[in-house]
């Protein structure tokens, strides 16, 4: 099967940088995206990481160690509105179109 | 482009009636994704349809639910006989392609009720 670790909260202040980490167990793994939801609402792809290494986009970057089933999404220059719930979610080769999510975290900002 | 549509926002079943949940892709994707959500938890997977195929429905308990895709129109994910347990937010997702670098595109849920 397939299992995902991932805090449940972190918080921070505006301004500052906050890491979420995720550590996977997946037969066949694929990649590991990362997906942001608030208050319930549409999740909101952010990125994605196939090979070992760090993907920036913008204020969020996301890194992968394939050796190590880990990874994390790195959040810079926090501001208020990037209070949210945070997914990180696997792919399988066998199973393409499926993705396994986490239980996410929340990332509360405060002023 | 309107993105995923899905409607209704939300819907109050009784208990034994059936819910018919709908889901427009964003214009050029032909795969289509439907994940339920409890409160304080992840996206759970229930099935993976192309137009007129289901591709996988693993996660879909095989009785009382039901997907399809078909040629003209929306996705249909179709709940028979709804129970309480099947409260929960019903996510559609579409994308051009299988594989998590195309970055599924959300709608905005359908939050279902049983009463």
């Known amino acids: 099967g397939q299992s995902l670790e991932q805090p449940s909260e972190v918080t921070a202040v505006e301004g500052a940088i906050v890491q979420i980490n995720c550590t996977y167990q997946t037969s066949g793994f694929y990649g590991l995206s990362w997906y942001q939801q608030h208050d319930g609402g549409a999740p909101t792809f952010l990125s994605y990481?196939?090979?070992?290494g760090l993907e920036e986009t913008g204020r969020f970057s996301s890194f992968l160690s394939r050796s190590d089933s880990y990874g994390y999404l790195l959040l810079q220059e926090l501001q208020m509105k990037d209070s949210a719930s945070y997914f990180c979610?696997?792919?399988?080769?066998?199973?393409?179109?499926?993705?396994?999510f986490g239980r996410g975290t929340q990332l509360t900002v405060w002023p | 482009n309107a993105g995923v549509m899905q409607n209704p926002r939300h819907l109050v079943r009784r208990r034994g009636q059936e819910a018919r949940l709908r889901c427009s892709p964003m214009k050029g994707h032909s795969h289509v994704y439907w994940y339920r959500q409890l409160p304080e938890e992840g996206l759970k997977f229930m099935v993976y349809l192309q137009k007129e195929n289901i591709i996988d429905e693993s996660g879909m308990p095989k009785e009382r639910f039901s997907a399809e895709f078909p040629k003209e129109g929306p996705s249909i994910l179709r709940i028979q006989q709804v129970v309480r347990g099947d409260s929960a937010a019903y996510f559609c997702a579409s994308s051009p392609g299988s594989g998590g670098e195309y970055g599924y595109t959300f709608g905005s849920g359908t939050r279902l009720t049983v009463v």
């Open positions: 990481n196939a090979l070992d």
């Open positions: 979610a696997v792919s399988r080769g066998s199973t393409l179109g499926r993705l396994y």
